[in-house]
């Protein structure tokens, strides 16, 4: 059996890392099944005999950084102004590739959501949809793409 990788931390490696991390010793109230339900609900890819859970970070584009990135888990998410459910939502998203950045640098939001867009963008143009054109939201609830055929933004 293959050994196995679950953790960036330099604590016990392999197998009986794994065990002590999830607590298997004691199975029936371990967090790991909670926890797996839901990766395996967003898939598993399969590459050269390795497998990724879930799937998306296996298919991010070369250009994200893995540990900067993440992924709503399921469509129409709030994107809220600040880190609580208090915030105002400033968009819904659907499977949105997003970038993760230090709360409180709230200048840096805007730059790293219009790159992200722009990334968006590009992926649409390379599956032959350029039509499809992300936006930056000026009302809640509003979709990211803007479906205007004679939309400039983004090339």
């Known amino acids: 059996m293959p050994d196995i990788e679950y953790s960036l931390d330099v604590g016990i490696p392999g197998k009986a890392g794994f065990a002590k991390e999830w607590d298997l010793i004691h199975p029936a109230s371990s ?3 909670v926890e797996l339900d839901l990766a395996l609900s967003l898939g598993c890819a399969l590459d050269r005999g390795e497998a990724s859970i879930p799937y998306m970070y296996a298919r991010l ?4 950084d893995v540990f900067a990135t993440t992924m709503p888990g399921r469509p129409r998410v709030n ?3 600040g880190p609580n ?3 105002a939502v400033v968009a819904l998203l659907d499977w949105d590739i997003l970038t993760v950045i ?3 640098d709230s200048a840096q939001f805007p730059v790293v959501y219009k790159a992200a867009l722009e990334s968006c963008y590009s992926c649409h143009k390379s599956v032959g949809r350029p039509y499809l054109r992300p936006q930056i939201p ?3 609830p509003q979709t990211i793409v803007n479906l205007d055929p004679a939309a ?3 090339q």
């Open 31 to 33: 967090n790991l099944w």
């Open 61 to 64: 584009p070369q250009s994200r």
């Open 79 to 81: 994107l809220r102004a």
């Open 85 to 87: 459910t208090d915030s």
């Open 102 to 104: 230090d709360e409180k």
């Open 138 to 140: 000026k009302t809640v």
């Open 152 to 154: 400039t933004w983004p």
